[in-house]
């Protein structure tokens, strides 16, 4: 190990998304920033490559970014004028219905409305009549989840607002089961599945408290400000961010893993990196997954024993798997939308979906996984070919297997034969809404849950939110109870990962809350 130490007013571990806001804004401060990514390439969870096909560029991760258009901050940094361009889908999102129609989301909340009447009279309008009520709230409520907790100006504002949106029956509304607020709101099945659907891109079980909030809130984004997704790449994204940092002064090394956060006297005094030691004069912000920043990264002697006997109670989320394919056509459905929607959700039925997710959290591989699936070339033509398609799908899988549901005999081990096998248990699953779908693959590639770790280690086991988004791990009890700002027991560094609120999506909360923390405590230390 080198002796003098590079020095820099704060150094951000993690080239996530998370990580480069923070970065940003701390240069933005006028601090020398240093950030450190031990992938290649930053981006983390944001990140595309052509490694399906190379005619092809398929979204690593996620893909479509419904919370990243919403984020005060990052539109603050006008990522447009660093080359980012965003697309959007013909249509938002679109559910097959068991009986061959379409509940489809427009931007166009009109046109989502006349959907939603066809399938069932009156949906429309109830349709309309929440699209009004999220209107007059929905703004404050989006600024106070990405706040700092608690939101006390986002929180006032949202509250202020609360007696025209309807008040105390809104709050019941908000915090009831998406299952519920689907059968009180609506009549058919149209509108509950695209509630319950959205709501299921947590891993909130569809009859808990907190996923009714989550199901209005990515089906009311999706009507304000789309699901668009950044042409030629969900990468392009996490470049923008980062070509923003390095023009303001910001320096960036990527293959470069930070094995240990230094402390002394109670405080993070720098990290050490490929052997080398860099000091932080000011800040450590860590993009680091709880599980490898505390008795990781950070020596459990540095860590007070409560809040080590806490962090045993962390709950990470379910794991996942990923299936991209090349398709040499569009996706071949059996009865196909009057429009082409970009995300489509698979399930049979709201109970369907909802006994998926429970086998999940239950440590069952589902035998009809819920699918999560984006169709990139019919939302952005620069993905693959002309005539072709870019496809995905996700769904999750327990963290831990207890047994298999589907009668294959998964194990979890999730090898290369298991990861194989439940894809092609995805596969029949899209075969039977779209006759001739294995035909057109032309490649495919599986990746599970220690492939997703292995290209990005936040995400352990396949984890992608940062720990359960479960009304027991949010707000005060994120990632443990008492702990729910970007303030560690470790004076000088700052959590912005999505295991800090207000947690997963890529939003760059987390990463903003760090990094205005770390600021507000310069300016304290700097007044005393």
């Known amino acids: 190990?080198?002796?003098?130490?590079?020095?820099?007013?704060?150094?951000?571990?993690?080239?996530?998304?998370?990580?480069?806001?923070?970065?940003?804004?701390?240069?933005?401060?006028?601090?020398?920033?240093?950030?450190?990514?031990?992938?290649?390439?930053?981006?983390?969870?944001?990140?595309?490559?052509?490694?399906?096909?190379?005619?092809?560029?398929?979204?690593?991760?996620?893909?479509?970014?419904?919370?990243?258009?919403?984020?005060?901050?990052?539109?603050?940094?006008?990522?447009?004028?660093?080359?980012?361009?965003?697309?959007?889908a013909p249509a938002v999102l679109g559910h097959p219905t068991a009986d061959g129609r379409w509940a489809i989301l427009h931007r166009d909340r009109d046109l989502t409305a006349t959907g939603l009447d066809e399938l069932c009279p009156g949906d429309g309008d109830a349709w309309l009549e929440l699209c009004a009520t999220w209107d007059r709230i929905g703004e404050h409520v989006v600024h106070a989840l990405l706040a700092p907790f608690p939101p006390v100006r986002a929180g006032a504002r949202a509250v202020a607002s609360l007696p025209r949106a309807g008040g105390l029956d809104l709050v019941r509304l908000l915090l009831s089961p998406v299952a519920d607020v689907g059968r009180e709101l609506f009549r058919g099945e149209g509108p509950r599945l695209l509630l319950a659907g959205n709501a299921g891109h947590a891993d909130i079980p569809l009859d808990a408290p907190g996923s009714g909030l989550?199901?209005?809130?990515?089906?009311?984004?999706?009507?304000?400000?789309?699901?668009?997704?950044?042409?030629?790449?969900?990468?392009?994204?996490a470049a923008a961010l980062e070509r923003r940092f390095v023009a303001r002064g910001g320096e960036v090394r990527c293959s470069a893993e930070v094995t240990a956060i230094e402390v002394a006297d109670g405080r993070a005094t720098g990290v050490v990196a490929l052997g080398e030691r860099i000091a932080a004069r000011r800040a450590v912000v860590a993009d680091v997954v709880v599980p490898h920043l505390y008795g990781g990264l950070v020596a459990e002697e540095h860590l007070p024993p409560?809040?080590?006997?806490?962090?045993?109670?962390?709950?990470?989320?379910?794991?996942?798997?990923?299936?991209?394919?090349?398709?040499?056509?569009?996706?071949?459905?059996?009865?196909?939308?009057?429009v082409a929607p970009g995300t489509v959700h698979v399930a049979d039925s709201v109970d369907q979906m909802a006994d998926a997710l429970h086998q999940v959290s239950n440590g069952s591989v589902p035998a009809e996984p819920f699918l999560l699936t984006g169709q990139m070339t019919?939302?952005?033509?620069?993905?693959?070919?002309?005539?072709?398609?870019?496809?995905?799908?996700?769904?999750?899988?327990?963290?831990?297997?207890?047994?298999?549901?589907?009668?294959?005999?998964?194990?979890?081990?999730?090898?290369?034969?298991?990861?194989e096998r439940f894809a092609d248990r995805v596969q029949a699953r899209m075969e039977r809404l779209a006759p001739?779908?294995?035909?057109?693959?032309?490649?495919?590639?599986?990746?599970?849950?220690?492939?997703?770790?292995?290209?990005?280690?936040?995400?352990?086991?396949g984890s992608i939110n940062g720990g359960t988004a479960q009304l027991h791990q949010q707000l005060v009890f994120r990632p443990v109870t008492g702990w729910g700002r970007a303030e560690t027991p470790?004076?000088?560094?700052?959590?912005?990962?999505?295991?800090a609120h207000p947690?997963?999506?890529?939003?760059?909360?987390?990463g903003s809350n760090a990094a205005r923390a770390a600021l507000a405590h310069d300016r304290w230390r700097l007044r005393r």
Not at 215 to 237: C, W
Not at 394 to 414: K, N
Not at 442 to 455: D, K, S
Not at 490 to 499: D, M
Request: charged share 20%; with cysteine; net charge negative.
């Open 378 to 419: 019919a939302t952005d033509p620069s993905r693959s070919p002309a005539g072709t398609e870019s496809m995905w799908a996700y769904t999750h899988v327990p963290q831990e297997v207890r047994t298999d549901a589907g009668g294959d005999g998964l194990t979890g081990a999730w090898d290369r034969d298991e990861c």
């Open 214 to 237: 989550m199901g209005i809130l990515m089906s009311m984004l999706g009507q304000t400000v789309g699901f668009p997704v950044p042409t030629g790449g969900a990468g392009e994204l």
């Open 306 to 338: 409560r809040f080590r006997r806490r962090l045993r109670g962390f709950s990470l989320d379910p794991g996942t798997v990923k299936v991209d394919w090349a398709l040499d056509g569009p996706v071949p459905w059996a009865a196909p939308p009057v």
């Open 503 to 510: 947690g997963g999506g890529v939003h760059g909360a987390p």
């Open 490 to 499: 470790v004076k000088g560094l700052y959590l912005g990962s999505a295991s």
């Open 1 to 88: 190990m080198s002796g003098a130490a590079a020095a820099y007013d704060a150094v951000v571990v993690g080239g996530g998304p998370n990580g480069l806001v923070a970065a940003n804004l701390l240069v933005d401060a006028g601090w020398s920033v240093l950030l450190l990514e031990a992938q290649a390439e930053v981006g983390g969870a944001v990140r595309s490559d052509r490694g399906v096909d190379p005619d092809f560029v398929h979204d690593t991760f996620s893909a479509f970014y419904p919370l990243a258009a919403a984020s005060p901050t990052l539109r603050g940094f006008e990522l447009e004028r660093y080359g980012l361009v965003w697309r959007h």
């Open 436 to 461: 001739g779908f294995g035909s057109l693959v032309r490649a495919r590639r599986v990746l599970g849950p220690h492939e997703m770790q292995a290209r990005d280690a936040n995400l352990v086991g």
